[in-house]
């Protein structure tokens, strides 16, 4: 079977830390940021929900879906973006000119505008990584060990595993694009 | 991804002061740059790890605004003007400056003021070998919030820290404790490594995992419960926990009896343990138990003693009472419900955690210096520990294990045996010192990696009446921070990249930080900076073997720990320490309190009535806040963007969390008129600053917090240290040395009058000191 990469994001662990931000940006020398780190339900970071002390908090790391049916490859007239055999979907920087297209019809908000150069950038999936069998830069610097790289079409795989035993779910399945990043929610607490 | 051509790779570690999470870091050189840094390999790939500081130290390493060459104050102190010098002429005027005032006043006169070495040694070690030498002052920055757990620890468990004993093996994920209680501390982003990846460990495998904290943190939302207590009360919470353990009979007797000092008799009359003499056994000083089987007074060696640990008993006239009775009387002031007014934890919470911990198969405390930051904060810790050792919850026993890193600074730090050391301060003890000569003068202070002005309580006080006091202020910094703009003499130093040092954690492994680059433009490392002046004052055969020779010594100086680690083989990578095989029997671990056992009950404390962990007021925070001119309590949370005032200025992190803002519930907010993102003025009597809001539920109703570190020019006005007080805890001053009392603080919040401010840049850089950077040819910042 063709492989699908893909991540799995466990927001049990996910501490909102933002180094996957950080370390994303660093590694692939963007002037945006490709992962941003929500807070949930919140109307600005780090801030929880409910009334104090009975509160919640829970963070939602987002990035390109590497979706199977990608709207924004069909939407680029210069076929700038294309969706790789074993699953990322790269944006071609030297073939954008910046029209945005793309980022009219991502319904995740993936794609950002480098206002410097006018051009769309967007995740990669770390293709100069993964094809030297490395994982992406940010799964390496994930500080909650929350983030989980993998073929999601290989039963072994340890992405799939998670998939196999914990409740997944992924943003806006209804838009129909279907991603390939995944998330775990994270368990609500016990009490005493 | 960045680098072009051939890139050569440097295994080193990340010394930021973060705890001791001391991440491996595997450095991308091209030329003579560093062009990348990511996680390096450990034996344990568990150990394999990274923080968001440590992914952006380039930006420290490459910031423009380094400092690049020596310089002196041509202005005023403070006023931030400077001209550049030679190192050569630096180190002499210093020399000659500490040589004056040592005639003058005596080498004491010269403190060194050095911050938390972070997981660094040898940095450390080489300014105290030359205080050591000279005979000068060492002033100690543990007070600088870091002392109280110390205070508490030292009472309670004979040692500096209570990690081991609250933790055991936690941090090798050997065990599977059945409840996590995080205590006063947020290490998802203090220690979000070593530690909150262990917590949640812990969780995955089932522990239940419980917060106590005023702020509802990053730490408190992976909980399974939550107790939002009110600062400086945690003494309180934990005797209503003592309480209900009492009451329900589930302490752990056997426990008690074999490793505290529950049995021991205690006078009622003068507080003080009764000892053999008391009942006839000759100059015995040996500690008293109360037989039930004979129904008498025995000494704690006898064989054959059934201990009684409750009750009153009579001791040829002596009314006394075992240390547990003792704890028990005092526990039985604190009915959940009082308890529940105090600490404003509900009733019913505190009881169920109280019946969780003491019939839990194991619990595992995880606490850290925040909230022994209030006046009282040693007891918050002891009366913390007191409920873990009543539950049979502390680690008294040793069975086999790695052996806990211990350097031997011996050799190092005392490098002459046959002269007298350096003399000892703590750094609120420096306040006096300088202001009012007690209890001797201090002239000249050198800072090294301690931001002093901006870190330290009282700011204004410092500024005023501590700087301007002083005849000579050095600081070896990497930035112009608030601090270095009041140096007379203002030294390069290096960043990690630039130097080598010895790293002895994470446990169980020793590191090496290895220089990856020479030094950028003019700066040096701490030891050669210490070198070059200890030339200067005729030491110079001290310190010629420069870093690598310190490295050495401390390897080489006989701790059983560091057993067969070399400079050599550390280059290679991380190694482990002793490792103690796993033995059948379970070694009683001798604390080194004055009984050898956990002294929940304190004999020294008792003249100012803290034998036990009694609960007292916080000295500022206002627990009844009705009608007070201050109604607020003003705590300071860590910021995972920052390692106290390092990283303030990176842009890189900066971009995503762009300035101070402080957290104000939206009650609080509301009785103020006061909206989110309004500029508000913060004040009390000492001082104020002007930032933003954040309001939020995640701050306690009468607490407002503001994270720490936050350089002052990065405010309106201010800053968090224009608030705080330097108040000294005198029993602090016996125990270790006295505290800075950051989260007892109280303040008011108003709407600052000029809301129309200009928009604020993205990101606000303090104000940059007036000197001219002559070009350094191939040495720009980073892009
Ligand atoms: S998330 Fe957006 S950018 Fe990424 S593949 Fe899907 S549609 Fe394209
Ligand atoms: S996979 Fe690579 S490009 Fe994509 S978010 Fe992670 S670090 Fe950035
Ligand atoms: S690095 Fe990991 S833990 Fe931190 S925000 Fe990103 S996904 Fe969450």
Same mark, same amino acid.
């Given at each position: 079977?063709?492989?699908?990469?893909?991540?799995?994001?466990?927001?049990?662990?996910?501490?909102?830390?933002?180094?996957?931000?950080?370390?994303?940006?660093?590694?692939?020398?963007?002037?945006?940021?490709?992962?941003?780190?929500?807070?949930?339900?919140?109307?600005?970071?780090?801030?929880?929900?409910?009334?104090?002390?009975?509160?919640?908090?829970?963070?939602?790391?987002?990035?390109?879906?590497?979706?199977?049916?990608?709207?924004?490859?069909?939407?680029?007239?210069?076929?700038?973006?294309?969706?790789?055999?074993?699953?990322?979907?790269?944006?071609?920087?030297?073939?954008?000119?910046?029209?945005?297209?793309?980022?009219?019809?991502?319904?995740?908000?993936?794609?950002?505008?480098?206002?410097?150069?006018?051009?769309?950038?967007?995740?990669?999936?770390?293709?100069?990584?993964?094809?030297?069998?490395?994982?992406?830069?940010?799964?390496?610097?994930?500080?909650?060990?929350?983030?989980?790289?993998?073929?999601?079409?290989?039963?072994?795989?340890?992405?799939?595993?998670?998939?196999?035993?914990?409740?997944?779910?992924?943003?806006?399945?209804?838009?129909?694009?279907?991603?390939?990043?995944?998330?775990?929610?994270?368990?609500?607490?016990?009490?005493? | 991804?960045?680098?072009?051509?051939?890139?050569?790779?440097?295994?080193?570690?990340?010394?930021?002061?973060?705890?001791?999470?001391?991440?491996?870091?595997?450095?991308?050189?091209?030329?003579?740059?560093?062009?990348?840094?990511?996680?390096?390999?450990?034996?344990?790939?568990?150990?394999?790890?990274?923080?968001?500081?440590?992914?952006?130290?380039?930006?420290?390493?490459?910031?423009?605004?380094?400092?690049?060459?020596?310089?002196?104050?041509?202005?005023?102190?403070?006023?931030?003007?400077?001209?550049?010098?030679?190192?050569?002429?630096?180190?002499?005027?210093?020399?000659?400056?500490?040589?004056?005032?040592?005639?003058?006043?005596?080498?004491?006169?010269?403190?060194?003021?050095?911050?938390?070495?972070?997981?660094?040694?040898?940095?450390?070690?080489?300014?105290?070998?030359?205080?050591?030498?000279?005979?000068?002052?060492?002033?100690?920055?543990?007070?600088?919030?870091?002392?109280?757990?110390?205070?508490?620890?030292?009472?309670?468990?004979?040692?500096?820290?209570?990690?081991?004993?609250?933790?055991?093996?936690?941090?090798?994920?050997?065990?599977?404790?059945?409840?996590?209680?995080?205590?006063?501390?947020?290490?998802?982003?203090?220690?979000?490594?070593?530690?909150?990846?262990?917590?949640?460990?812990?969780?995955?495998?089932?522990?239940?995992?419980?917060?106590?904290?005023?702020?509802?943190?990053?730490?408190?939302?992976?909980?399974?419960?939550?107790?939002?207590?009110?600062?400086?009360?945690?003494?309180?919470?934990?005797?209503?926990?003592?309480?209900?353990?009492?009451?329900?009979?589930?302490?752990?007797?056997?426990?008690?009896?074999?490793?505290?000092?529950?049995?021991?008799?205690?006078?009622?009359?003068?507080?003080?343990?009764?000892?053999?003499?008391?009942?006839?056994?000759?100059? &015995?000083?040996?500690?008293?138990?109360?037989?039930?089987?004979?129904?008498?007074?025995?000494?704690?060696?006898?064989?054959?003693?059934?201990?009684?640990?409750?009750?009153?008993?009579?001791?040829?006239?002596?009314?006394?009472?075992?240390?547990?009775?003792?704890?028990?009387?005092?526990?039985?002031?604190?009915?959940?419900?009082?308890?529940?007014?105090?600490?404003?934890?509900?009733?019913?919470?505190?009881?169920?955690?109280?019946?969780?911990?003491?019939?839990?198969?194991?619990?595992?405390?995880?606490?850290?210096?925040?909230?022994?930051?209030?006046?009282?904060?040693?007891?918050?810790?002891?009366?913390?520990?007191?409920?873990?050792?009543?539950?049979?919850?502390?680690?008294?026993?040793?069975?086999?294990?790695?052996?806990?890193?211990?350097?031997?600074?011996?050799?190092?730090?005392?490098?002459?045996?046959?002269?007298?050391?350096?003399?000892?301060?703590?750094?609120?003890?420096?306040?006096?010192?300088?202001?009012?000569?007690?209890?001797?003068?201090?002239?000249?202070?050198?800072?090294?990696?301690?931001?002093?002005?901006?870190?330290?309580?009282?700011?204004?006080?410092?500024?005023?009446?501590?700087?301007?006091?002083?005849?000579?202020?050095?600081?070896?910094?990497?930035?112009?921070?608030?601090?270095?703009?009041?140096?007379?003499?203002?030294?390069?130093?290096?960043?990690?990249?630039?130097?080598?040092?010895?790293?002895?954690?994470?446990?169980?492994?020793?590191?090496?930080?290895?220089?990856?680059?020479?030094?950028?433009?003019?700066?040096?490392?701490?030891?050669?900076?210490? &070198?070059?002046?200890?030339?200067?004052?005729?030491?110079?055969?001290?310190?010629?073997?420069?870093?690598?020779?310190?490295?050495?010594?401390?390897?080489?100086?006989?701790?059983?720990?560091?057993?067969?680690?070399?400079?050599?083989?550390?280059?290679?990578?991380?190694?482990?320490?002793?490792?103690?095989?796993?033995?059948?029997?379970?070694?009683?671990?001798?604390?080194?309190?004055?009984?050898?056992?956990?002294?929940?009950?304190?004999?020294?404390?008792?003249?100012?009535?803290?034998?036990?962990?009694?609960?007292?007021?916080?000295?500022?925070?206002?627990?009844?806040?009705?009608?007070?001119?201050?109604?607020?309590?003003?705590?300071?949370?860590?910021?995972?963007?920052?390692?106290?005032?390092?990283?303030?200025?990176?842009?890189?992190?900066?971009?995503?969390?762009?300035?101070?803002?402080?957290?104000?519930?939206?009650?609080?907010?509301?009785?103020?008129?006061?909206?989110?993102?309004?500029?508000?003025?913060?004040?009390?009597?000492?001082?104020?600053?002007?930032?933003?809001?954040?309001?939020?539920?995640?701050?306690?109703?009468?607490?407002?917090?503001?994270?720490?570190?936050?350089?002052?020019?990065?405010?309106?006005?201010?800053?968090?240290?224009?608030?705080?007080?330097?108040?000294?805890?005198?029993?602090?001053?016996?125990?270790?040395?006295?505290?800075?009392?950051?989260?007892?603080?109280?303040?008011?919040?108003?709407?600052?009058?000029?809301?129309?401010?200009?928009?604020?840049?993205?990101?606000?850089?303090?104000?940059?000191?007036?000197?001219?950077?002559?070009?350094?040819?191939?040495?720009?910042?980073?892009?």
């Amino acid at each position: 079977m063709k492989k699908r990469l893909g991540l799995v994001i466990d927001q049990e662990r996910c501490l909102g830390c933002e180094a996957c931000t950080v370390a994303c940006k660093i590694e692939n020398a963007t002037k945006e940021h490709w992962i941003r780190v929500e807070t949930q339900n919140a109307a600005q970071k780090d801030t929880p929900e409910g009334r104090f002390p009975d509160l919640k908090m829970s963070f939602l790391p987002r990035l390109c879906n590497h979706c199977a049916q990608p709207p924004c490859v069909d939407a680029c007239p210069l076929e700038a973006l294309g969706k790789r055999e074993d699953g990322p979907v790269v944006l071609d920087q030297q073939r954008c000119d910046g029209c945005q297209a793309c980022m009219e019809v991502c319904p995740y908000d993936a794609i950002r505008y480098n206002n410097h150069e006018e051009k769309a950038e967007k995740c990669n999936l770390c293709i100069h990584r993964i094809d030297k069998g490395l994982e992406p830069f940010c799964v390496i610097c994930c500080e909650g060990q929350a983030m989980h790289f993998g073929d999601l079409n290989d039963n072994t795989s340890a992405v799939s595993r998670i998939l196999d035993t914990r409740e997944t779910f992924q943003l806006n399945p209804e838009a129909g694009t279907e991603p390939s990043l995944y998330y775990c929610s994270p368990k609500p607490p016990r009490g005493l | 991804m960045a680098e072009r051509g051939k890139t050569s790779l440097v295994r080193t570690v990340c010394p930021a002061h973060c705890g001791i999470d001391a991440c491996g870091i595997l450095a991308h050189v091209n030329g003579d740059r560093v062009v990348k840094v990511e996680p390096a390999d450990f034996p344990d790939p568990k150990h394999k790890r990274i923080c968001l500081r440590g992914l952006s130290s380039l930006d420290i390493t490459y910031h423009p605004d380094r400092l690049k060459y020596p310089m002196r104050r041509r202005g005023e102190r403070g006023e931030g003007k400077f001209e550049r010098i030679s190192w050569g002429e630096a180190l002499d005027t210093i020399a000659e400056r500490f040589k004056g005032l040592a005639d003058r006043y005596g080498w004491r006169s010269i403190g060194w003021t050095l911050g938390g070495p972070g997981a660094g040694t040898t940095k450390f070690g080489a300014y105290l070998r030359l205080a050591s030498l000279t005979q000068s002052t060492r002033v100690s920055a543990w007070g600088y919030g870091d002392s109280a757990l110390p205070c508490g620890s030292r009472a309670l468990f004979g040692a500096q820290f209570p990690y081991q004993f609250l933790m055991g093996k936690f941090l090798t994920g050997k065990v599977k404790p059945e409840m996590v209680v995080v205590w006063g501390s947020n290490p998802a982003e203090s220690q979000p490594l070593n530690m909150m990846r262990r917590i949640m460990d812990a969780k995955e495998r089932g522990a239940h995992v419980v917060v106590i904290d005023p702020r509802f943190t990053v730490t408190a939302s992976k909980a399974d419960q939550y107790l939002g207590v009110r600062p400086g009360t945690d003494a309180a919470l934990a005797l209503g926990m003592i309480n209900v353990i009492f009451r329900e009979g589930l302490q752990d007797d056997g426990f008690i009896q074999r490793h505290t000092v529950g049995p021991y008799l205690g006078r009622t009359d003068t507080g003080e343990y009764v000892r053999g003499r008391d009942i006839g056994a000759e100059g &015995s000083e040996e500690y008293v138990i109360w037989d039930g089987a004979s129904d008498s007074p025995r000494v704690c060696s006898d064989v054959g003693i059934t201990p009684l640990m409750s009750g009153t008993h009579t001791v040829k006239g002596l009314t006394c009472k075992p240390a547990l009775q003792l704890l028990m009387d005092l526990a039985q002031e604190y009915p959940p419900e009082r308890t529940a007014e105090i600490t404003g934890v509900r009733t019913h919470i505190i009881t169920r955690l109280a019946q969780r911990i003491g019939t839990a198969n194991s619990v595992t405390f995880v606490t850290n210096m925040g909230f022994t930051r209030t006046y009282h904060g040693d007891i918050s810790l002891r009366a913390l520990g007191t409920v873990a050792a009543l539950t049979g919850n502390v680690t008294a026993t040793f069975s086999g294990g790695y052996l806990p890193a211990v350097l031997n600074w011996r050799p190092f730090l005392h490098a002459d045996p046959d002269r007298p050391s350096y003399s000892r301060l703590g750094i609120l003890q420096l306040y006096d010192a300088v202001i009012s000569d007690k209890p001797y003068p201090i002239k000249a202070v050198w800072f090294s990696f301690i931001n002093f002005l901006n870190q330290c309580a009282h700011s204004t006080k410092i500024a005023n009446e501590i700087f301007t006091k002083l005849d000579l202020i050095v600081a070896a910094e990497l930035f112009m921070t608030p601090t270095a703009r009041y140096a007379d003499i203002l030294l390069p130093a290096c960043s990690y990249l630039e130097f080598s040092d010895l790293i002895p954690f994470p446990y169980p492994y020793v590191q090496l930080q290895q220089k990856v680059i020479e030094p950028l433009y003019e700066s040096r490392s701490d030891v050669d900076i210490a &070198s070059g002046l200890a030339g200067r004052l005729g030491l110079g055969e001290y310190f010629d073997k420069g870093e690598e020779g310190f490295i050495d010594l401390i390897l080489d100086s006989g701790d059983p720990s560091m057993e067969g680690i070399t400079r050599e083989r550390l280059r290679e990578g991380p190694m482990r320490l002793r490792l103690i095989p796993d033995m059948d029997q379970q070694l009683d671990i001798p604390f080194s309190t004055p009984s050898r056992k956990i002294e929940f009950y304190c004999e020294r404390l008792r003249e100012v009535g803290q034998a036990l962990p009694v609960y007292l007021e916080p000295l500022e925070a206002p627990l009844k806040p009705e009608g007070k001119k201050y109604p607020l309590t003003f705590i300071q949370g860590h910021s995972r963007f920052r390692t106290h005032s390092m990283f303030a200025n990176v842009p890189s992190l900066l971009e995503l969390n762009p300035e101070p803002v402080v957290e104000i519930n939206p009650r609080d907010a509301a009785e103020r008129d006061i909206s989110d993102n309004d500029l508000v003025t913060v004040f009390n009597d000492r001082g104020k600053t002007t930032l933003r809001t954040r309001v939020m539920e995640g701050v306690r109703p009468r607490v407002v917090n503001i994270t720490e570190g936050w350089w002052i020019g990065q405010f309106k006005e201010g800053s968090v240290n224009h608030l705080t007080h330097d108040v000294i805890n005198p029993v602090q001053e016996t125990l270790y040395e006295p505290n800075m009392h950051m989260n007892d603080v109280a303040v008011e919040v108003v709407k600052a009058d000029n809301q129309d401010s200009p928009q604020r840049p993205r990101y606000h850089l303090p104000e940059l000191p007036q000197y001219h950077l002559p070009e350094l040819r191939g040495r720009r910042g980073r892009r």
